[in-house]
T-cell receptor
């Protein structure tokens, strides 16, 4: 069964540094998402992406965050100047249509900011 | 805004016991409802879904019925196994505003013992 893959599985970064989290969505999917889960808290929506542009974003997704689909397969989340509170598990997801179809998640990247 | 409320965990059961994990939701439109499961060290996997009132989603012995009148989507399984030990997330997707983001509950940890 096709999978969403995320790299790296664990990223450790100094506060203030830039970090890029990478995702390869399922190949025929058109809608892409990032979520995060701070330890012990609920999974929170960050951003959705379709047709090479952001379709929706949450209040969490401020100017420090950006997303990009640099080629036909990768989908990246960039955090420009990381803060301690950015430490979390970041999940990428994709779906093949907009309505009613479930989102398929990757195994996540654990981001630790020191 | 949209929200999902799940029963607090952890839930500890003996093997072959009956499982219920309660989930209620608040949404402005007509959401689709999902249960996701997260096994230790892994990402979120779709367990089952229901897209309209009175639909019953089922998979691997788990069931949940979309109850519009009580705004609920409780997860049930007649006989749990040790391998069902995981964290279970109830989620909704409400397309009323044009988006497709998932709103998650806090998750309920299930521990099944021999």
């Amino acid at each position: 069964e096709p999978e969403v893959t995320q790299t790296p599985s664990h990223q450790v970064t100094q506060m203030g540094q830039e970090v890029i989290l990478r995702c390869v969505p399922i190949s025929n999917h058109l809608y892409f998402y990032w979520y995060r889960q701070i330890l012990g808290q609920k999974v929170e929506f960050l951003v959705s992406f379709y047709n090479n542009e952001i379709s929706e974003k949450s209040e969490i997704f401020d100017d420090q965050f950006s997303v990009e689909r640099p080629d036909g397969s990768n989908f990246t989340l960039k955090i420009r100047s990381t803060k301690l509170e950015d430490s979390a598990m970041y999940f990428c997801a994709s779906s093949d249509t907009h309505s009613n179809q479930p989102q398929h998640f990757g195994d996540g990247t654990r981001l630790s900011i020191l | 805004g949209d929200s999902v409320t799940q029963m607090e965990g952890p839930v500890t059961l003996s093997e072959e016991a009956f499982l219920t994990i309660n989930c209620t939701y608040t949404a402005t439109g007509y959401p689709s409802l999902f249960w996701y499961v997260q096994y230790p060290g892994e990402g979120l996997q779709l367990l089952l879904k229901a897209t309209k009132a009175d639909d019953k989603g089922s998979n691997k012995g788990f069931e949940a019925t979309y109850r519009k009148e009580t705004t609920s989507f409780h997860l049930e399984k007649g006989s749990v196994q040790v391998s069902d030990s995981a964290v279970y997330f109830c989620a909704l997707s409400d397309r009323t505003g044009g988006g497709n983001k998932l709103t998650f509950g806090t998750g309920t940890q299930l521990k099944v013992e021999l």
